[in-house]
C-alpha cells in the first residue's frame, strides 16, 4: 500500500551526549505503539541501543533507524549518537532528513557538540523544533535554554509552550497554542494526562507569553500579520498554519519541554513533529549533477514517484547473516526486490535482492520503496556511503557526504598468521560502514595502522573486530595522525625512462606546484588539452598525483592543501605507457614538493572543559601545560565552561589529570578544529 508522501515525516534526534536523545526516541516509540516496554539506557535495555557496546557503554554509536505511526501519519526516526568521536554518524543522517528534533538539556542549555550538530543541520538546511529535556531537574531553566540558543546560533526563538513550575516543583506545561494546561498521571507511566483549560493563577501569564509567540510568528507571515494588527480573532488553526509554515521556512525554532525520563511532554512533542516539521513534498528539491559524456549539468531531483529511480546511500552497516545492509534515502522513482539499479559514480550495475522496513534491530520486507522513503537495501556489493543508486536513464551524481579527516592512529597486528587475512578482511568490512574508520601498512614497518576520530572511537572499532568478528588482534599505542604540506610555489619538470621487458617507457611532464588555502584540500588541474592524447594517460596522471598525495613528502604522511596543475605534457604514441605517467607524475611530485618548502602540521583539538567555579584555575593550567589556549569562558547554572584549543598530541592523559586537579568533578568534551605547523618537525620533545 502506497504512503501518502503528506503524511511522511523524516526525522532525525540530535543532540549533546547525555541530553537524552536516545530516552527521548524510546518514549516516542512507546506512544507510539512500536514498543510495549520502555527501555532505559542505564540498564543497557533502550531499543535503539542494540549493539552491545552501545548498552555497556551508556553511549549511542551507530545511527538506528526506525519507522513507526502516530494517529495517521508515518514517522521514520533515526537516532544519533552525541559524542564528537562519532560526529560522522551525524553527519551522514542529516543529509538525507527533511526536519530533525534537537534536544535541549534544561540545566545546561547550549553543550558544546550541539553547537556541533546545530551547524551541521545548518549546512544541510534542515528545519528543526526544540526539545527541552529534563525540566524536572535541580536547575532547570527553559527560558535561560530559550535565549541560550538564540544567543549562540543568532536564530529567533519561539516558545509553543511554557513550564509550570521547573526543577523540582514541574508539574506540567501550558500549551500556549490551544491555551490548555497539561498535567501528567505518574502513575500510567504519563500514558494519561489531564489537559484543562489554563486556570487563574496561570493565565495572566500565559497569554502574556501567548501573545509573544503570535507577535513573533506574525512577523514572519504577511497573512497573520494583517489580521493581528488590525486586532482580528486568531483562531488556533491560523496559528499552527503561520508555526509550520516559519519552521519549514528557517525563519524561526519552536520550542517545546518535558521529562523524557519522567514520561512528560512526549505526546506534545511528536504532536508537534507532525503539525510543524516538513513532509518530503515540502522540502527544497535534491540537487545533483546529470552525468553527460561531454559534460556535468546541475538539476533538481522532484520528489515523485512516478520519475526514474534515485536515491542516495547514507550508511552502511554489516549483517552476519544478510552481509552489507545499505541504508537508502530515495530521493525519486521507485525502487522494486528484485530489480538492477545503476551505482552513478562506479558505472556499474547492482541487483536489489530484498528491500527492508527497519524496526531499530528488526526487519519486515517490503516489495517497492518509493520517493521521500528511507529504507534498507539487501545484496549491493560495491555501493559504499555517498554512492548514488540510478539508472541510465537518469545518470543524476546525488552530493556526496563529506567526512572529517581521521586524526589519531594506532598500530594493530594479528596475534597469528592465520588471524592476518580475517584482520584484513574485517578492516575492509568497518571502513566500509564507517568513512572515517581508515586503515594501512606502514611502507616502512609493514605495520598495519587503524585511523578514527578519538581515542573512543578507535576503542569501540578494536572491541568490536575481537567481539563481533572474532578477530584476535594485539593493539599499540595510540599515536597522532599528522598532515604535510608545503609554503611556497614551484615549477618542475621531469622526464621519466626505463626499459622494461625490451621496451622503453618514457614519460614527461612539467608542472605548478603550491600551497592551497587551509582547510581547502589537494587540488588538481591539467590544462593540457591534446586530442593526440588518449583519454588513459590524463587518468594515469591524475591517478599517479593523487597516490602522490597520500604518500606524502618527507615522513609519510598524507597531504593535504597542495595544489598542482599540470601546464605541459611529451607524449610519444610508441614509448608513451599509462605506467610511465604515473610514474613520472609521483617522481615529479616528489622533487617538486621537496622544493617547494614542505612542512609537518599536527592536529589541533577545540576542548570545552565544564566544571565548578573553584576548579577553573587548575582547569587552565592543566590545558596550558599541554600548550593548548584559552579562547574563552562561559558561566552557566550548571559551572563554568572553558574553551581552548590544544595540540592532539598533547591531549592523551588529560582526561585522568583533569579529574585529578577538579575532585572528578570536571568534564570535557573534544573534537577536530584544524591541523597546524607543528614546531621542530618530528622532534617530540
Same mark, same amino acid.
Given at each position: 500500500?502506497?504512503?501518502?508522501?503528506?503524511?511522511?515525516?523524516?526525522?532525525g534526534?540530535?543532540?549533546?551526549?547525555d541530553?537524552?536523545?536516545?530516552?527521548t526516541?524510546?518514549? %516516542?516509540?512507546?506512544?507510539?505503539?512500536?514498543?510495549?516496554?520502555?527501555?532505559?539506557?542505564?540498564?543497557?535495555?533502550?531499543? /535503539?541501543?542494540?549493539?552491545?557496546q552501545?548498552q555497556? $557503554?551508556?553511549?549511542?554509536?551507530?545511527?538506528a533507524?526506525?519507522t513507526?505511526?502516530w494517529?495517521?501519519?508515518?514517522?521514520?526516526i533515526?537516532?544519533?549518537?552525541?559524542?564528537?568521536?562519532? !560526529?560522522?554518524?551525524v553527519? $551522514?543522517?542529516?543529509?538525507?532528513l527533511?526536519?530533525?528534533?534537537?534536544?535541549?538539556?534544561? #540545566?545546561?542549555?547550549?553543550?558544546?557538540?550541539t553547537?556541533?550538530?546545530?551547524?551541521?543541520?545548518?549546512?544541510f538546511?534542515?528545519?528543526r523544533?526544540?526539545?527541552?529535556?529534563?525540566?524536572?531537574?535541580?536547575?532547570?531553566d527553559f527560558?535561560?535554554?530559550?535565549?541560550?540558543?538564540?544567543?549562540?546560533?543568532g536564530?529567533?526563538?519561539?516558545?509553543?509552550?511554557i513550564?509550570?513550575?521547573q526543577?523540582?516543583?514541574?508539574e506540567?506545561?501550558?500549551?500556549?497554542?490551544?491555551?490548555?494546561?497539561i $498535567?501528567?498521571?505518574?502513575?500510567?507511566?504519563?500514558?494519561?494526562?489531564?489537559e484543562?483549560?489554563v486556570?487563574?493563577?496561570?493565565?495572566a501569564?500565559?497569554? =502574556?507569553?501567548?501573545?509573544?509567540?503570535?507577535?513573533? #510568528?506574525?512577523s514572519c507571515?504577511?497573512?497573520?500579520?494583517?489580521i493581528?494588527l488590525?486586532?482580528?480573532?486568531?483562531?488556533?488553526e491560523?496559528?499552527?498554519?503561520?508555526? $509550520? &509554515?516559519? !519552521?519549514? *521556512?528557517?525563519?524561526f525554532v519552536p520550542?517545546?519541554l +518535558?521529562s523524557?525520563r519522567h514520561?512528560?511532554?512526549?505526546?506534545?512533542?511528536?504532536?508537534?513533529?507532525i503539525?510543524?516539521?516538513?513532509?518530503?513534498l515540502?522540502?527544497?528539491?535534491?540537487?545533483?549533477?546529470?552525468?553527460?559524456?561531454?559534460?556535468?549539468?546541475s538539476?533538481?531531483?522532484?520528489?515523485?514517484?512516478k520519475?526514474?529511480?534515485?536515491?542516495?546511500?547514507?550508511?552502511i552497516?554489516?549483517?552476519?547473516?544478510?552481509?552489507?545492509?545499505?541504508? #537508502?534515502?530515495?530521493?525519486?522513482?521507485?525502487f *522494486?526486490?528484485?530489480?538492477?539499479?545503476?551505482? #552513478?559514480g562506479k558505472k &556499474?550495475?547492482?541487483?536489489?535482492?530484498?528491500?527492508?522496513?527497519?524496526?531499530?534491530?528488526h /526487519?519486515?520486507?517490503?516489495?517497492s520503496?518509493?520517493? +521521500?522513503?528511507i529504507?534498507?537495501?539487501v545484496?549491493?556489493?560495491?555501493?559504499?556511503?555517498?554512492?548514488?543508486?540510478g539508472?541510465?536513464?537518469?545518470?543524476?551524481l546525488?552530493?556526496?557526504?563529506?567526512?572529517p579527516?581521521?586524526?589519531?592512529?594506532?598500530a594493530?597486528?594479528?596475534?597469528?598468521?592465520?588471524?592476518?587475512?580475517?584482520?584484513?578482511?574485517?578492516?575492509?568490512?568497518l571502513?566500509r560502514e564507517?568513512?572515517?574508520?581508515?586503515?594501512?601498512e606502514?611502507?616502512?614497518?609493514?605495520?598495519?595502522i587503524?585511523?578514527?576520530?578519538?581515542?573512543?572511537?578507535?576503542?569501540?572499532? @578494536?572491541t568490536?573486530?575481537?567481539?563481533?568478528?572474532?578477530? &584476535?588482534?594485539n593493539v599499540?599505542?595510540?599515536?597522532?595522525?599528522?598532515?604535510?604540506?608545503v609554503?611556497?610555489d614551484?615549477?618542475?619538470?621531469?622526464k621519466w625512462e626505463?626499459?622494461?621487458?625490451?621496451?622503453?617507457?618514457?614519460?614527461?611532464?612539467t %608542472?605548478?606546484?603550491g600551497?592551497?588555502?587551509?582547510?581547502?584540500?589537494?587540488?588538481?588541474?591539467?590544462?593540457?588539452h591534446?586530442?593526440s592524447?588518449?583519454?588513459e594517460?590524463?587518468e594515469?596522471?591524475?591517478s599517479?598525483?593523487?597516490?602522490?598525495?597520500?604518500?606524502?613528502?618527507?615522513?609519510?604522511?598524507?597531504?593535504?592543501?597542495?595544489?598542482?596543475?599540470?601546464?605541459?605534457i611529451?607524449?610519444?604514441?610508441?614509448?608513451?605507457?599509462?605506467?610511465a605517467?604515473?610514474?613520472?607524475?609521483a617522481q615529479?611530485?616528489?622533487?617538486?614538493?621537496?622544493?617547494?618548502?614542505?612542512?609537518?602540521?599536527?592536529?589541533?583539538?577545540?576542548?570545552?572543559?565544564?566544571c565548578p567555579?573553584?576548579f577553573?584555575g587548575d582547569?587552565?593550567?592543566?590545558?596550558?601545560?599541554?600548550?593548548?589556549?584559552?579562547? +574563552?569562558?562561559? *558561566? =552557566?547554572?550548571? +559551572?563554568?565552561? @572553558?574553551?581552548?584549543?590544544?595540540?592532539?598530541? &598533547?591531549?592523551?592523559?588529560?582526561?585522568?589529570n583533569?579529574?585529578?586537579? !577538579?575532585?572528578?568533578?570536571?568534564?570535557?568534551?573534544?573534537?577536530?578544529s584544524?591541523f597546524?605547523?607543528k614546531?621542530?618537525?618530528?622532534?617530540?620533545?
Amino acid at each position: 500500500m502506497a504512503i501518502d508522501l503528506k503524511k511522511m515525516r523524516n526525522i532525525g534526534i540530535m543532540a549533546h551526549i547525555d541530553a537524552g536523545k536516545t530516552t527521548t526516541t524510546e518514549r %516516542i516509540l512507546y506512544y507510539t505503539g512500536k514498543i510495549h516496554k520502555i527501555g532505559e539506557i542505564d540498564d543497557g535495555a533502550a531499543t /535503539m541501543d542494540f549493539m552491545k557496546q552501545e548498552q555497556e $557503554r551508556g553511549i549511542t554509536i551507530a545511527s538506528a533507524a526506525i519507522t513507526t505511526k502516530w494517529k495517521d501519519c508515518t514517522i521514520n526516526i533515526i537516532d544519533t549518537p552525541g559524542h564528537v568521536d562519532f !560526529t560522522a554518524e551525524v553527519e $551522514r543522517s542529516l543529509r538525507v532528513l527533511d526536519g530533525a528534533v534537537a534536544v535541549i538539556c534544561a #540545566v545546561d542549555g547550549v553543550q558544546p557538540q550541539t553547537e556541533t550538530v546545530w551547524k551541521q543541520a545548518d549546512e544541510f538546511k534542515v528545519p528543526r523544533i526544540c526539545f527541552v529535556n529534563k525540566m524536572d531537574r535541580i536547575g532547570a531553566d527553559f527560558f535561560y535554554c530559550l535565549n541560550d540558543i538564540k544567543d549562540k546560533f543568532g536564530c529567533a526563538t519561539v516558545a509553543l509552550q511554557i513550564p509550570i513550575g521547573q526543577g523540582e516543583s514541574f508539574e506540567g506545561l501550558i500549551d500556549l497554542v490551544r491555551m490548555k494546561e497539561i $498535567r501528567w498521571d505518574m502513575e500510567s507511566e504519563g500514558e494519561k494526562f489531564d489537559e484543562i483549560d489554563v486556570t487563574e493563577k496561570y493565565r495572566a501569564e500565559a497569554q =502574556k507569553w501567548r501573545d509573544k509567540l503570535i507577535d513573533d #510568528v506574525a512577523s514572519c507571515d504577511d497573512e497573520l500579520a494583517e489580521i493581528y494588527l488590525e486586532g482580528g480573532e486568531i483562531s488556533d488553526e491560523m496559528l499552527v498554519s503561520a508555526i $509550520r &509554515k516559519g !519552521t519549514v *521556512s528557517r525563519s524561526f525554532v519552536p520550542f517545546v519541554l +518535558g521529562s523524557a525520563r519522567h514520561n512528560q511532554g512526549i505526546q506534545p512533542l511528536i504532536d508537534a513533529v507532525i503539525a510543524y516539521l516538513p513532509s518530503p513534498l515540502e522540502v527544497p528539491c535534491a540537487k545533483g549533477l546529470h552525468v553527460k559524456k561531454d559534460k556535468e549539468e546541475s538539476v533538481e531531483i522532484p520528489c515523485d514517484e512516478k520519475k526514474m529511480p534515485l536515491g542516495l546511500v547514507f550508511k552502511i552497516q554489516q549483517d552476519r547473516e544478510m552481509g552489507a545492509l545499505s541504508f #537508502v534515502r530515495v530521493y525519486s522513482g521507485k525502487f *522494486s526486490v528484485g530489480t538492477q539499479v545503476l551505482n #552513478v559514480g562506479k558505472k &556499474k550495475r547492482e541487483r536489489i535482492n530484498k528491500i527492508l522496513r527497519v524496526n531499530a534491530n528488526h /526487519m519486515e520486507q517490503m516489495d517497492s520503496v518509493s520517493a +521521500g522513503d528511507i529504507a534498507v537495501f539487501v545484496g549491493l556489493k560495491i555501493s559504499q556511503t555517498g554512492d548514488t543508486l540510478g539508472s541510465e536513464g537518469m545518470p543524476v551524481l546525488l552530493e556526496s557526504v563529506k567526512f572529517p579527516e581521521p586524526v589519531i592512529s594506532i598500530a594493530i597486528e594479528p596475534e597469528t598468521l592465520s588471524d592476518k587475512d580475517k584482520l584484513v578482511d574485517t578492516l575492509a568490512v568497518l571502513s566500509r560502514e564507517d568513512p572515517t574508520f581508515t586503515s594501512h601498512e606502514d611502507a616502512e614497518t609493514g605495520q598495519l595502522i587503524i585511523s578514527g576520530m578519538g581515542e573512543l572511537h578507535l576503542d569501540v572499532l @578494536v572491541t568490536r573486530m575481537k567481539d563481533d568478528f572474532g578477530v &584476535k588482534a594485539n593493539v599499540g599505542a595510540p599515536q597522532v595522525t599528522y598532515r604535510e604540506s608545503v609554503t611556497s610555489d614551484v615549477t618542475e619538470s621531469f622526464k621519466w625512462e626505463k626499459n622494461l621487458a625490451g621496451k622503453d617507457n618514457v614519460a614527461a611532464l612539467t %608542472i605548478k606546484l603550491g600551497p592551497n588555502e587551509q582547510g581547502t584540500g589537494n587540488t588538481y588541474t591539467c590544462d593540457v588539452h591534446d586530442n593526440s592524447i588518449p583519454d588513459e594517460i590524463y587518468e594515469a596522471i591524475k591517478s599517479g598525483f593523487e597516490g602522490a598525495f597520500a604518500s606524502g613528502i618527507q615522513y609519510g604522511y598524507p597531504c593535504v592543501d597542495i595544489g598542482v596543475t599540470v601546464t605541459k605534457i611529451e607524449y610519444s604514441e610508441l614509448t608513451g605507457t599509462p605506467f610511465a605517467f604515473t610514474a613520472c607524475a609521483a617522481q615529479i611530485f616528489d622533487e617538486a614538493t621537496r622544493k617547494a618548502g614542505p612542512e609537518l602540521l599536527e592536529p589541533v583539538m577545540n576542548v570545552d572543559i565544564s566544571c565548578p567555579l573553584e576548579f577553573v584555575g587548575d582547569a587552565i593550567s592543566q590545558v596550558i601545560q599541554r600548550g593548548g589556549q584559552i579562547a +574563552g569562558q562561559d *558561566s =552557566k547554572s550548571s +559551572g563554568e565552561i @572553558v574553551h581552548c584549543t590544544a595540540p592532539m598530541a &598533547k591531549m592523551f592523559g588529560f582526561s585522568t589529570n583533569l579529574r585529578s586537579v !577538579t575532585q572528578g568533578r570536571a568534564s570535557f568534551s573534544m573534537e577536530f578544529s584544524h591541523f597546524q605547523k607543528k614546531p621542530g618537525g618530528l622532534n617530540f620533545n
